[in-house]
């Protein structure tokens, strides 16, 4: 059985500014790891492709 992409970890981890950003946002929303906020902004990043394709069909 195939599994599916459920989430994207960043291409630089260990940038300062990105971290912090992640760990506000993650005590903000009160995630409980970071893990979860990538999963949460890559199910966000294909709801916005998605709607951008709609957009676009003629």
């Given at each position: 059985m195939r599994q599916c992409s459920c989430l994207e970890k960043p291409r630089r981890p260990y940038e300062k500014e990105h971290s912090d950003v992640e760990l506000k946002l993650v005590g903000e929303y009160g995630l409980r790891h970071k893990r979860d906020l990538w999963r949460v902004?890559?199910?966000?990043?294909?709801i916005r492709n998605a709607a951008r394709e709609l957009l676009t069909l003629d």
């Amino acid at each position: 059985m195939r599994q599916c992409s459920c989430l994207e970890k960043p291409r630089r981890p260990y940038e300062k500014e990105h971290s912090d950003v992640e760990l506000k946002l993650v005590g903000e929303y009160g995630l409980r790891h970071k893990r979860d906020l990538w999963r949460v902004q890559y199910a966000l990043s294909r709801i916005r492709n998605a709607a951008r394709e709609l957009l676009t069909l003629d």
